[in-house]
């Protein structure tokens, strides 16, 4: 089954590079590709009696090394990139389709440094607010926060307030 939001397929390098993408980044993060890595070091290590221990054989692994770990660093960051983007669309989703939270979030990693600095320490300022309440459900939007505070502890002293009254 297709996805219907796949409306216009890639073509040419581009296509191409992303699907050895991602076949290379899942063979290499596989428990095989850690065995054939460790059997080339080991390989590797035991011919170095054979070659005495050569400013060559030292750099036939100097070399292999440095070449595999530059070219996987491009395949692994179109991954992370792909990754990445899904993940903020997924979260995009449970954004825009809660009432609760605020839809300014939306898109929130294309905004600036200052920008993203000025939200957390809003919400570290919501999860002081949270603290002092000691409940585990206490929430709060951006928009209304010390508005929801300031109503669910006022909510919080009727109710305790409440208990205390005895009928008579």
């Given at each position: 089954?297709?996805?219907?939001?796949?409306?216009?397929?890639?073509?040419?390098?581009?296509?191409?590079?992303?699907?050895?993408?991602?076949?290379?980044?899942?063979?290499?993060?596989s428990s095989y590709a850690f065995l054939i890595?460790?059997?080339?070091?080991?390989?590797?290590?035991i011919t170095g009696p054979f070659f005495h221990f050569s400013d060559t054989w030292q750099l036939v692994i100097n070399t292999s090394t440095t070449i595999v770990t530059f070219l996987m660093v491009f395949i692994i960051q179109q991954s992370q990139n792909k990754d990445s983007i899904a993940l903020q669309l997924k979260l995009n989703e449970l954004i825009a389709c809660n009432e609760a939270a605020s839809n300014r979030l939306i898109d929130v990693e294309d905004i600036t440094q200052e920008e993203l600095?000025?939200?957390k320490n809003f919400y570290v300022k919501l999860a002081t607010l949270a603290k002092k309440e000691n409940e585990l459900f206490s929430s709060h939007s951006i928009d209304e926060?010390?508005?929801?505070?300031n109503q669910k502890s006022q909510f919080a002293k009727n109710r305790v307030a409440n208990r205390n009254i005895k009928p008579e």
């Open positions: 089954m297709t996805s219907s939001l796949n409306t216009s397929r890639k073509t040419g390098f581009s296509a191409k590079f992303e699907t050895i993408a991602n076949k290379v980044t899942r063979l290499a993060g890595a460790f059997a080339l070091i080991l390989l590797w290590g600095d000025t939200l926060a010390a508005d929801i505070h």
